[in-house]
């Protein structure tokens, strides 16, 4: 009825006829009992004038201004609680050529808002409206004053708000009126502000400058990785600046060998993973290139003291006289020996023998011979004879496969007494996985994965020997996570990767990438499985160059911009197949960025990593929003939150309506991503609102049914 009301307007305006008054009586939310609205009077209503001497007749060439559009029958209803009232008591409009719009309750006419031509003179010094001075209102329009009422000191006054604002057209000066019996001046003035916030825009050559956009930067903090494991202890407090890499290396060794306490060394003395094989490659690393002379010293002392020689496992398997150093290692491993057990080792009591030789049987696919094992049975250990069975089993299962997959060297395993860790020794073409019997007693399973997880390092250690030479600590990202993903392919269907991991990558990922993770990173190990499989990977990897950049090599591998994006997105989804069937159990974390207007998202976008938004947008609104990418990047949303699966879009679209994810992903350096939000409003299609039919003012002269506007004076340039 309004769209009809104001296209007849028009056509009126067009035929000549600039003085009618077209008086429309419209009942707003009216229902089969509505009440017949109250007629209103079809006069042009008084406009409030202001006392002062030498008011300024408008002289600016705007057509008549039809006031219907300036605000909404919501808008007005809400000002005037209709809404809030019985079904059927609504408001009824008044719409006239007059320039005055009207709307009152039907049910009690003293609830009304009005808006009518103002006066410059409004803001003279001393000026009265409303048998009132006006108090000053700031941030609407040029200016605006509030003028109570002179019964205003409880409720029942009506209220008026005095606005001007320059325009190309003119001086525009309006009242807005407010009748609302039933509450104070502070309430009243609140609801009349809005309503001159809302109208003004809307007045012809209006000009509203847009409020600066609200600027949201993500703060990344730096997770603390020291819970993970000794390595990522050693260079978490490297980074920190507590210790040089000699001097956590020393302190780790130290911690192995059990002549330091844990709570000494360790940030957090319970970690995700328990394992020091990289601890051991780091040293031996240090000993070639490290710049510390005594840590150097010291590290060399403690690998020694960390690891036997065959021969002398053989000796001691053997109960035959034992070298000095192997007398003073046994000695410190030995358990203490409790009231009334005999010494064991530490008497070398011979013939019996400190460790014993565990018989390695013949397996398809193994060859003979060429794998060994050693337990300590002696008294005070917790290893049993299940525990050995079990180990013999992961060792001849894991052989068995990693003999396909890659170069797999001569491993020994070592069940040993006492201690806290497990760690890998690898000497080019022989490997030694010791493990202390912290382990005796486990879940026989994730015993058997975490067997196979220590021996995937002397397979990787071997099979790539030459791009790891003096390059460990840069390949820590792909070491780790192929070992725990390799012990996967060994006990598919165990899931011992699952344990802690998922959760851990969850808290890191939006803040590191792939170069900053190791453990973790199983999981793009785990996606790669299922698009090209155990073998492919291995190849990808044997591409890489030696003593290089490693994540350099993964980004040039082919199709790894799509296939790293895909990743990201079943991360998003919580959707990563898992090697054993279903899928990895996952927990994503995006960044909320909840939209109610302009907003600017700028962000740097790192290499290998993902910058993930679940962006929220209110109930019947749409976000309009551009994009500025600099650097090549992928980016895709979804309807939805993240951890759900979904249909996922390349494409973005116009606007975005309720909660969405955006994930956007880069291979290359120095990316940055902008999302600027230009406006939130109930418009899907974000395009602008049609213009005002009004005839511009230049053009206004050559129309002669057109007359100046009651609302503008004093037309600019004159």
């Known amino acids: 009825m309004i769209e009809y009301i104001r296209k007849y307007k028009t056509i009126v305006t067009v035929f000549g006829l600039a003085f009618v008054v077209a008086v429309v009586v419209l009942v707003v939310n009216?229902?089969?009992?509505?009440?017949?609205?109250?007629?209103?009077?079809?006069?042009?209503?008084?406009?409030?004038?202001?006392?002062?001497?030498?008011?300024?007749?408008?002289?600016?060439?705007?057509?008549?201004?039809?006031?219907?559009?300036?605000?909404?029958?919501?808008?007005?209803?809400g000002a005037l609680a209709a809404f809030d009232r019985p079904e059927g008591q609504g408001g009824s409009f008044e719409i006239s050529q007059s320039e005055v719009c009207t709307e009152s309750l039907a049910v009690d006419e003293s609830y009304f808002v009005r808006i009518e031509p103002g006066n410059p003179d409004d803001f003279e010094p001393g000026a009265t409206l409303n048998g009132t001075t006006g108090e000053n209102v700031g941030h609407v329009g040029d200016g605006?004053?509030?003028?109570?009422?002179?019964?205003?000191?409880?409720?029942?006054?009506?209220?008026?708000?005095?606005?001007?604002?320059?325009?190309?057209?003119?001086?525009?000066?309006?009242?807005?009126?407010?009748?609302?019996?039933?509450?104070?001046?502070?309430?009243?003035?609140?609801?009349?502000?809005?309503?001159?916030?809302?109208?003004?825009?809307?007045?012809?050559?209006?000009?509203?400058?847009?409020?600066?956009?609200?600027?949201?930067?993500f703060e990344e903090e730096t997770p603390d990785r020291s819970d993970i494991s000794l390595t990522d202890n050693v260079l978490a407090k490297e980074e920190a600046g507590e210790w040089t890499l000699g001097e956590g290396l020393v302190a780790m060794l130290s911690l192995i060998a059990d002549e330091t306490e844990r709570s000494s060394v360790l940030g957090q003395t319970e970690l995700v993973d328990p394992s020091a094989s990289d601890v051991i490659r780091l040293g031996e690393d240090y000993l070639e290139t490290g710049p510390d002379g005594l840590a150097k010293d010291e590290i060399a002392r403690l690998l020694d003291m960390l690891t036997f020689a065959p021969e002398e496992l053989d000796q001691m398997s053997a109960g035959e006289p034992l070298t000095p150093h192997a007398s003073t290692l046994l000695f410190s491993l030995q358990p203490v020996a409790q009231e009334g057990q005999s010494q064991g080792c530490d008497k070398l009591e011979l013939p019996n023998p400190c460790l014993v030789k565990v018989p390695v049987p013949d397996r398809d696919g193994v060859p003979s011979n060429k794998h060994k094992m050693y337990a300590s049975l002696i008294e005070g250990s917790a290893w049993d004879q299940i525990d050995v069975d079990l180990a013999v089993d992961a060792l001849l299962d894991s052989a068995e496969k990693y003999e396909v997959l890659g170069d797999m060297p001569a491993t020994t395993l070592v069940l040993l007494p006492g201690g806290d860790e497990l760690f890998v020794h690898f000497i080019r073409n022989d490997c030694a996985v010791y493990v202390d019997d912290f382990l005796a007693g486990t879940d026989p399973l994730e015993f058997q994965q975490i067997v196979a997880r220590e021996i995937a390092f002397c397979l990787i250690g071997q099979t790539y020997f030459s791009i790891l030479t003096g390059n460990q600590g840069a390949a820590r990202w792909w070491t780790h996570g192929l070992a725990n993903y390799l012990s996967g392919v060994i006990y598919d269907d165990v899931n011992l990767e699952h344990k802690n991991l998922p959760a851990k990558l969850a808290q890191v990922e939006l803040s590191t990438t792939l170069a900053d993770r190791s453990f973790t990173n199983w999981v793009l190990f785990e996606y790669l499985h299922g698009v090209m499989g155990a073998g492919a990977i291995m190849e990808m990897i044997a591409a890489f160059p030696p003593g290089g950049?490693?994540?350099?090599?993964?980004?040039?591998?082919?199709?790894?911009?799509?296939?790293?994006?895909?990743?990201?997105?079943?991360?998003?989804?919580?959707?990563?197949?898992?090697?054993?069937?279903?899928?990895?159990?996952?927990?994503?974390?995006?960044?909320?960025?909840?939209?109610?207007?302009?907003?600017?998202?700028?962000?740097?976008?790192?290499?290998?990593?993902?910058?993930?938004?679940?962006?929220?947008?209110?109930?019947?609104?749409?976000?309009?929003?551009?994009?500025?990418?600099?650097?090549?990047?992928?980016?895709?949303?979804?309807?939805?939150?993240?951890?759900?699966?979904?249909?996922?879009?390349?494409?973005?679209?116009?606007?975005?309506?309720?909660?969405?994810?955006?994930?956007?992903?880069?291979?290359?350096?120095?990316?940055?991503?902008?999302?600027?939000?230009?406006?939130?409003?109930?418009?899907?299609?974000?395009?602008?609102?049609?213009?005002?039919?009004?005839?511009?003012?230049?053009e206004c002269e050559l129309n002669v049914v057109c007359r100046a506007s009651r609302y503008f004076f004093s037309l600019l340039g004159d």
């Not at 708000?161 to 001046?185: Q, S, W, Y």
């Not at 009349?192 to 930067?217: K, N, S, T, Y």
């Not at 997105?569 to 909320?592: C, F, H, K, M, Q």
């Open 30 to 77: 009216g229902g089969d009992d509505a009440e017949d609205p109250v007629a209103l009077d079809t006069t042009t209503p008084p406009v409030a004038t202001s006392t002062t001497d030498g008011a300024t007749q408008p002289d600016s060439q705007v057509p008549a201004i039809d006031c219907a559009p300036l605000l909404t029958a919501e808008e007005t209803g």
């Open 549 to 698: 950049d490693h994540i350099a090599a993964l980004a040039n591998y082919g199709g790894m911009s799509e296939l790293y994006h895909d990743f990201e997105r079943g991360l998003s989804d919580a959707n990563i197949g898992d090697i054993g069937g279903g899928t990895v159990p996952y927990d994503p974390i995006a960044w909320e960025l909840p939209l109610s207007g302009p907003t600017e998202v700028p962000f740097p976008v790192p290499r290998f990593g993902v910058r993930r938004l679940h962006i929220i947008v209110p109930s019947g609104q749409y976000a309009c929003f551009e994009t500025t990418e600099n650097g090549e990047q992928r980016v895709s949303w979804r309807p939805g939150e993240s951890g759900q699966a979904g249909s996922w879009s390349d494409e973005l679209p116009i606007s975005f309506e309720g909660e969405n994810v955006m994930m956007i992903t880069t291979l290359e350096q120095g990316v940055q991503f902008k999302m600027t939000v230009t406006d939130v409003d109930d418009d899907p299609d974000c395009q602008d609102e049609e213009e005002s039919s009004t005839p511009p003012a230049d």
């Open 144 to 217: 605006a004053l509030w003028f109570g009422g002179a019964e205003a000191e409880g409720s029942g006054a009506v209220g008026l708000l005095t606005v001007r604002e320059e325009t190309p057209l003119g001086a525009l000066h309006f009242h807005i009126v407010l009748g609302r019996p039933d509450i104070d001046e502070t309430a009243q003035r609140e609801i009349v502000i809005e309503l001159a916030r809302l109208a003004l825009p809307r007045f012809p050559g209006v000009e509203i400058e847009p409020p600066e956009p609200e600027v949201i930067i």
